[in-house]
Protein backbone atom coordinates (compact mmCIF):
# COMPACT_ATOMS: atom_id res chain seq x y z
CA UNK A 1 0.00 0.00 0.00
CA UNK A 2 2.86 2.39 0.98
CA UNK A 3 6.34 2.05 -0.83
CA UNK A 4 9.09 4.85 -0.24
CA UNK A 5 12.23 4.14 -2.77
CA UNK A 6 15.15 5.90 -2.10
CA UNK A 7 14.47 9.11 -0.64
CA UNK A 8 16.61 11.73 0.35
CA UNK A 9 16.14 14.62 2.39
CA UNK A 10 18.69 17.10 3.51
CA UNK A 11 18.65 20.48 5.63
CA UNK A 12 20.90 23.04 4.78
CA UNK A 13 23.81 20.33 4.33
CA UNK A 14 22.65 18.40 7.01
CA UNK A 15 21.92 15.26 4.90
CA UNK A 16 18.98 13.34 7.17
CA UNK A 17 17.99 11.04 5.15
CA UNK A 18 20.10 9.41 3.19
CA UNK A 19 18.17 6.53 0.48
CA UNK A 20 15.23 5.18 2.59
CA UNK A 21 13.47 2.41 1.43
CA UNK A 22 10.32 0.94 2.64
CA UNK A 23 7.31 -0.62 1.92
CA UNK A 24 4.27 -1.07 4.10
CA UNK A 25 1.10 -3.65 3.44
CA UNK A 26 -2.48 -2.93 4.43
CA UNK A 27 -3.44 -3.69 7.96
CA UNK A 28 0.08 -3.91 9.40
CA UNK A 29 0.72 -1.95 12.34
CA UNK A 30 5.00 -0.58 11.89
CA UNK A 31 7.08 0.88 14.40
CA UNK A 32 9.93 3.74 13.53
CA UNK A 33 12.53 3.79 16.29
CA UNK A 34 15.82 5.80 16.33
CA UNK A 35 17.86 8.26 18.38
CA UNK A 36 16.46 11.75 18.61
CA UNK A 37 17.43 13.69 15.49
CA UNK A 38 17.94 10.67 13.36
CA UNK A 39 15.20 11.69 10.95
CA UNK A 40 12.07 9.91 12.20
CA UNK A 41 9.60 13.00 12.03
CA UNK A 42 11.23 14.11 8.88
CA UNK A 43 10.58 10.59 7.63
CA UNK A 44 7.02 10.48 8.86
CA UNK A 45 6.41 13.76 7.15
CA UNK A 46 7.29 12.93 4.13
CA UNK A 47 5.71 9.65 4.17
CA UNK A 48 2.69 11.84 5.20
CA UNK A 49 3.08 14.36 2.39
CA UNK A 50 3.47 16.90 4.43
CA UNK A 51 6.83 17.62 3.56
CA UNK A 52 8.43 16.14 -0.01
CA UNK A 53 11.89 14.48 -0.52
CA UNK A 54 14.74 16.24 -2.07
CA UNK A 55 14.61 12.82 -4.24
CA UNK A 56 12.83 9.15 -4.30
CA UNK A 57 9.14 8.26 -4.47
CA UNK A 58 6.60 8.01 -2.41
CA UNK A 59 4.14 6.07 -3.68
CA UNK A 60 0.62 5.32 -1.59
CA UNK A 61 -2.58 3.11 -3.24
CA UNK A 62 -0.48 2.96 -6.36
CA UNK A 63 -0.01 6.84 -6.79
CA UNK A 64 3.08 8.48 -6.86
CA UNK A 65 2.70 11.29 -4.55
CA UNK A 66 5.16 13.52 -6.50
CA UNK A 67 2.86 13.36 -9.57
CA UNK A 68 -0.48 15.13 -8.06
CA UNK A 69 -0.96 18.91 -8.18
CA UNK A 70 -0.81 20.96 -4.88
CA UNK A 71 -4.66 20.72 -4.68
CA UNK A 72 -5.25 17.42 -5.43
CA UNK A 73 -2.50 16.22 -3.17
CA UNK A 74 -4.05 18.02 -0.20
CA UNK A 75 -7.22 16.65 -0.80
CA UNK A 76 -5.80 13.42 -1.35
CA UNK A 77 -4.41 13.96 2.34
CA UNK A 78 -7.22 14.70 3.82
CA UNK A 79 -8.79 11.57 2.59
CA UNK A 80 -6.11 8.77 2.53
CA UNK A 81 -4.06 10.01 5.62
CA UNK A 82 -4.23 10.41 9.08
CA UNK A 83 -2.01 12.03 11.36
CA UNK A 84 -1.92 11.87 15.14
CA UNK A 85 0.91 14.01 16.67
CA UNK A 86 2.55 13.72 20.50
CA UNK A 87 0.94 17.31 20.95
CA UNK A 88 -2.76 16.31 20.01
CA UNK A 89 -3.02 19.66 17.96
CA UNK A 90 -6.91 20.25 18.77
CA UNK A 91 -8.35 23.42 17.97
CA UNK A 92 -9.16 25.03 21.54
CA UNK A 93 -12.77 26.78 20.86
CA UNK A 94 -14.12 23.57 19.31
CA UNK A 95 -15.68 20.72 20.91
CA UNK A 96 -14.33 17.57 21.02
CA UNK A 97 -17.37 16.31 18.20
CA UNK A 98 -16.46 19.31 16.34
CA UNK A 99 -12.69 18.58 16.42
CA UNK A 100 -13.18 15.16 15.14
CA UNK A 101 -15.03 16.27 12.28
CA UNK A 102 -13.31 18.81 10.64
CA UNK A 103 -11.23 16.76 8.14
CA UNK A 104 -15.00 15.06 6.91
CA UNK A 105 -16.33 18.71 7.28
CA UNK A 106 -13.68 19.45 4.70
CA UNK A 107 -14.41 16.41 2.48
CA UNK A 108 -18.07 17.51 2.20
CA UNK A 109 -19.50 15.13 3.99
CA UNK A 110 -22.06 16.27 6.33
CA UNK A 111 -22.78 12.93 7.77
CA UNK A 112 -19.75 13.19 9.75
CA UNK A 113 -21.02 14.14 13.45
CA UNK A 114 -22.90 9.92 13.11
CA UNK A 115 -19.74 8.41 12.30
CA UNK A 116 -18.00 11.33 14.92
CA UNK A 117 -20.53 9.65 17.74
CA UNK A 118 -19.65 6.45 16.92
CA UNK A 119 -15.77 6.81 16.83
CA UNK A 120 -15.87 8.62 19.85
CA UNK A 121 -17.80 5.64 21.71
CA UNK A 122 -14.89 3.53 20.09
CA UNK A 123 -12.37 5.38 21.77
CA UNK A 124 -14.26 5.56 25.27
CA UNK A 125 -15.63 9.17 24.84
CA UNK A 126 -18.98 8.89 24.93
CA UNK A 127 -19.94 11.64 27.68
CA UNK A 128 -16.95 13.76 25.89
CA UNK A 129 -18.28 14.98 23.05
CA UNK A 130 -19.38 18.45 24.28
CA UNK A 131 -15.97 19.09 26.01
CA UNK A 132 -13.13 21.61 24.84
CA UNK A 133 -10.09 20.10 24.36
CA UNK A 134 -9.13 22.32 27.71
CA UNK A 135 -11.81 20.17 29.72
CA UNK A 136 -10.37 16.65 28.56
CA UNK A 137 -7.74 14.97 30.22
CA UNK A 138 -4.24 14.23 27.85
CA UNK A 139 -5.09 10.73 27.26
CA UNK A 140 -8.59 11.33 26.36
CA UNK A 141 -7.45 14.65 24.14
CA UNK A 142 -5.49 12.35 22.27
CA UNK A 143 -8.20 9.82 22.06
CA UNK A 144 -9.73 12.55 20.50
CA UNK A 145 -6.91 12.84 17.98
CA UNK A 146 -6.97 9.45 16.88
CA UNK A 147 -11.11 9.64 16.00
CA UNK A 148 -10.12 12.67 14.15
CA UNK A 149 -7.43 10.96 12.40
CA UNK A 150 -9.86 8.13 11.56
CA UNK A 151 -12.85 9.98 10.92
CA UNK A 152 -12.44 9.94 6.89
CA UNK A 153 -11.69 6.49 7.19
CA UNK A 154 -7.94 6.63 5.59
CA UNK A 155 -5.46 4.15 4.09
CA UNK A 156 -3.17 4.84 6.76
CA UNK A 157 -2.93 6.83 10.06
CA UNK A 158 0.72 7.86 10.49
CA UNK A 159 1.55 8.73 14.91
CA UNK A 160 4.51 10.66 15.52
CA UNK A 161 5.17 9.72 19.59
CA UNK A 162 1.52 9.44 20.48
CA UNK A 163 2.23 8.58 23.60
CA UNK A 164 5.37 10.93 24.30
CA UNK A 165 2.97 13.22 26.49
CA UNK A 166 0.96 10.23 28.41
CA UNK A 167 1.36 9.03 31.65
CA UNK A 168 1.79 4.80 31.37
CA UNK A 169 -1.39 3.85 32.21
CA UNK A 170 -2.85 6.53 29.45
CA UNK A 171 0.27 5.42 27.31
CA UNK A 172 -0.91 1.67 27.46
CA UNK A 173 -4.24 1.92 26.50
CA UNK A 174 -3.79 4.25 23.75
CA UNK A 175 -0.74 1.84 22.58
CA UNK A 176 -4.01 -1.41 22.78
CA UNK A 177 -6.49 1.20 20.76
CA UNK A 178 -4.07 0.87 17.53
CA UNK A 179 -3.87 -2.82 17.84
CA UNK A 180 -7.68 -3.25 18.57
CA UNK A 181 -8.46 -0.53 15.25
CA UNK A 182 -6.08 -2.61 13.62
CA UNK A 183 -7.76 -5.78 14.44
CA UNK A 184 -11.67 -4.48 13.73
CA UNK A 185 -11.02 -2.10 11.31
CA UNK A 186 -8.26 -3.12 9.19
CA UNK A 187 -6.53 0.10 10.15
CA UNK A 188 -2.83 0.14 9.25
CA UNK A 189 -0.16 2.35 11.37
CA UNK A 190 2.94 3.80 11.29
CA UNK A 191 3.51 5.15 14.54
CA UNK A 192 7.28 6.72 15.80
CA UNK A 193 8.18 5.85 19.03
CA UNK A 194 10.29 6.15 21.87
CA UNK A 195 8.46 3.57 23.81
CA UNK A 196 10.24 0.56 23.34
CA UNK A 197 7.63 -1.90 24.46
CA UNK A 198 5.38 -0.33 22.21
CA UNK A 199 7.96 -0.70 19.44
CA UNK A 200 8.11 -4.38 20.25
CA UNK A 201 4.47 -4.60 19.92
CA UNK A 202 4.28 -3.63 16.37
CA UNK A 203 4.37 -6.52 13.29
CA UNK A 204 7.47 -4.53 12.39
CA UNK A 205 10.13 -2.33 14.08
CA UNK A 206 12.03 -0.31 11.27
CA UNK A 207 14.84 1.72 13.10
CA UNK A 208 16.51 4.65 11.30
CA UNK A 209 20.29 4.80 11.66
CA UNK A 210 22.93 7.01 9.97
CA UNK A 211 20.07 8.50 7.38
CA UNK A 212 19.13 4.62 6.27
CA UNK A 213 16.46 1.94 7.56
CA UNK A 214 18.94 -0.35 9.58
CA UNK A 215 16.33 -3.32 10.45
N1 LIG B 1 12.85 22.27 9.02
C1 LIG B 1 14.10 21.93 9.36
N2 LIG B 1 15.14 22.76 9.08
C2 LIG B 1 16.40 22.42 9.42
N3 LIG B 1 16.72 21.29 10.04
C3 LIG B 1 15.75 20.44 10.34
C4 LIG B 1 14.38 20.71 10.02
N4 LIG B 1 13.64 19.67 10.44
C5 LIG B 1 14.50 18.80 11.00
N5 LIG B 1 15.76 19.24 10.94
C6 LIG B 1 16.96 18.53 11.43
O1 LIG B 1 16.93 17.21 10.90
C7 LIG B 1 17.33 16.26 11.86
C8 LIG B 1 16.25 15.21 12.01
O2 LIG B 1 15.13 15.79 12.64
P1 LIG B 1 13.84 14.96 13.02
O3 LIG B 1 12.86 15.89 13.59
O4 LIG B 1 13.40 14.17 11.84
O5 LIG B 1 14.42 13.95 14.12
P2 LIG B 1 13.67 12.86 15.00
O6 LIG B 1 14.29 11.55 14.70
O7 LIG B 1 12.19 12.98 14.80
O8 LIG B 1 14.07 13.28 16.48
P3 LIG B 1 13.23 13.26 17.86
O9 LIG B 1 13.24 11.85 18.33
O10 LIG B 1 13.99 14.17 18.74
O11 LIG B 1 11.84 13.77 17.56
C9 LIG B 1 17.61 17.03 13.13
O12 LIG B 1 19.01 17.18 13.24
C10 LIG B 1 16.95 18.37 12.92
O13 LIG B 1 17.65 19.39 13.56
MG1 LIG C 1 10.62 13.61 16.00
Not at 47 to 59: E, F, K, Q
Amino acid sequence: MLKADNVYKSYGGLDVLKGVNLSIDKGEVVSIVGASGAGKSTLLHILGTLDTPDSGMIMLNGIKMSSLPQKKMSQFRNEQIGFIFQFHNLFPEFTALENVCIPAFIKGNKQAKKRAGELLDILGLSGRYDHKPSELSGGEQQRVSVARALINDPSIVFADEPSGNLDSQSADDLHQLFFDLRKDMGQTFVIVTHNMELAGMADRKLEIKDGVITI
